[in-house]
């Protein structure tokens, strides 16, 4: 696995919800992201239900982005990550995974 930001895939930081993921499944690449509101027709809630074919790659949302800073919140949202890697085949097409 590896993580890469915006600037690394050639994204302003203030894109649209709808061209990150646009994006992310152009370059093959999972989208994390922390729970993000559905307001607006570029929303990523919005986005993914017009898009999302059986072979999207899902949207992974840290579910509590606000205990990050909890040591084992963290271990539980990175154990789930990797088991999301380990067998991402089984996730196509599902939209969205809240972890942990």
Same mark, same amino acid.
């Given at each position: 696995?590896?993580?890469?930001? +915006?600037?690394?895939? $050639?994204?302003?930081? @203030?894109?649209? @919800?709808?061209?990150?993921?646009?994006?992310?499944?152009?370059? #093959?690449?999972?989208?994390?992201?922390? !729970?993000?509101?559905?307001? $607006? &027709?570029?929303?990523? &809630?919005?986005?993914?239900?017009? !898009? !999302?074919?059986?072979?999207?790659?899902?949207?992974?949302? =840290?579910?509590?982005?606000?205990? =990050?800073?909890?040591?084992?919140?963290?271990?539980?949202?990175?154990?789930?990550?990797?088991?999301? #890697?380990?067998? =991402?085949? !089984?996730?196509? $097409?599902? #939209?969205?995974? +809240? =972890?942990?």
């Amino acid at each position: 696995m590896q993580v890469v930001t +915006f600037v690394q895939v $050639g994204l302003p930081v @203030d894109s649209s @919800d709808r061209v990150v993921w646009r994006t992310a499944q152009a370059q #093959g690449m999972v989208l994390l992201t922390h !729970n993000r509101n559905m307001k $607006g &027709e570029d929303s990523l &809630e919005q986005t993914i239900r017009e !898009n !999302n074919t059986p072979t999207s790659l899902p949207v992974v949302t =840290i579910g509590r982005i606000d205990r =990050i800073r909890e040591r084992l919140y963290r271990e539980r949202c990175a154990i789930r990550l990797v088991e999301i #890697g380990m067998e =991402i085949e !089984n996730y196509l $097409g599902v #939209g969205r995974i +809240f =972890i942990p």
